[in-house]
């Protein structure tokens, strides 16, 4: 059932939980981790995900701005079975999860191209 | 306050919790006030106020859950201006127990509720087995038993007690 509070951040998933090798794609707080929307596969640990992605891509920010590097855009972990990407406006982060079959430059630009449309 | 007797399997579900999820303070009581095991706390009466106010606490959200949604609220969350206190219910079978801690910039609510779960599990998995209420003929030996160890005597020789 479509949750009519989380409707306007399908603009900002739809077109990355779509891509291939995509497993999902959740919108969460910076500050708290917590699931704002998603689109997740089945099986998928959201929670998890959200809480510690969005507490990586947080502490990621913060060593940026101590380094003086400037604000983070794209935050992008390679592990063995995949990929967890991030990107954050004000206080949300948009969190996919991809697999090894992900077009990783695809994805990027499409996380570049949403995170405007945030609401 | 009552000390709780025989209480250190908590320590380390409890110690794991805190290195996970970067808290301040950790608690955990039952919904009486009596402290089962906490961390960061350094002074007695800081534990008291702590453990008697969440019990206040929660017993009052469990009666306004019953009120507003016919079942007692399980989690409470209250964001502060640096700090932020969580408080749940963890329910191993036969047993209720009331979760609080405290936690700042450091960690996140979200981090919190993932690692308050897997303490949950841990407890549950930690948790002694109840013990078996003793029966007359039980209770009477360990009488007699702990009365000759006062007495200076040696306890009768019986076989062990039937495992019922």
């Not at chain 1, 990107?87 to 191209?113: E, Q």
């Not at chain 2, 079942?71 to 127990?97: C, I, K, Q, T």
Request: with cysteine; charged share 15%; hydrophobic share 50%.
């Amino acid at each position: 059932m479509t949750n009519p509070a989380t409707l306007p951040y399908d603009a900002v998933l739809l077109p990355l939980s779509r891509q291939r090798g995509v497993m999902g794609a959740l919108v969460a707080g910076e500050a708290d981790g917590l699931i704002i929307a998603s689109q997740m596969q089945y099986g998928v640990e959201g929670d998890a995900i959200s809480a510690l992605a969005a507490s990586l891509y947080r502490k990621a920010r913060l060593s940026a701005a101590a380094a003086g590097l400037g604000s983070v855009q794209l935050l992008r972990l390679e592990a063995e079975g995949g990929h967890i990407c991030a990107i954050g406006r004000d206080d949300l982060v948009v969190v996919v999860l991809a697999d090894t079959r992900a077009n990783i430059g695809l994805l990027r630009s499409t996380m570049m191209r949403v995170i405007p449309l945030l609401p | 306050m009552i000390a709780a007797p025989d209480v250190g399997w908590v320590d380390a579900p409890l110690r794991r919790f805190v290195e996970d999820a970067r808290v301040i303070y950790a608690l955990l009581l039952h919904p009486t006030g009596q402290v089962l095991g906490q961390f960061g706390f350094t002074r007695r009466v800081d534990i008291m106020g702590a453990s008697a106010l969440a019990a206040a606490i929660h017993a009052t959200s469990a009666e306004l859950g019953k009120e507003l949604d016919g079942a007692p609220f399980r989690g409470l969350h209250f964001a502060g201006a640096s700090r932020e206190v969580f408080m749940a219910e963890v329910s191993p079978p036969g047993a209720s127990y009331l979760f609080l801690t405290v936690f700042d910039v450091m960690t996140s609510l979200g981090l919190v509720q993932l690692y308050f779960r897997r303490l949950t599990a841990a407890i549950v998995a930690a948790r002694p087995a109840p013990r078996a209420p003793l029966s007359d003929v039980q209770l009477e030996q360990d009488l007699t038993d702990h009365l000759s160890l006062v007495l200076g005597r040696a306890p009768a020789s019986r076989p062990p007690y039937p495992s019922s």
